[in-house]
């Protein structure tokens, strides 16, 4: 499954091409998971952190569980 990596983020809300995603507290789960296991090149992801953290450390993974 392929998930965003939020760890180096504080909280906030990701949306999917303008769709609400998942919240994310990086203190408890740092990840939200892509629907579907995939994104296109054409996705947009948008971060809205409360604190403002720099999201060019964000990155989407694949994970295994």
Known sequence: ALVIDLSSMSRGIVHLNGEILGTY??????????????????????????????????????KSY
Not at 41 to 50: A, K, L, P, Q, T
Not at 52 to 59: A, H, T, Y
């Open 25 to 62: 507290d990086a203190s408890d789960e740092a990840t939200v998971c892509l629907p579907g296991g995939s994104a296109s090149s054409g996705d947009v992801i948008d971060i809205f952190d409360v604190e403002g953290r720099d999201p060019r450390k964000v990155s989407i993974i694949n």
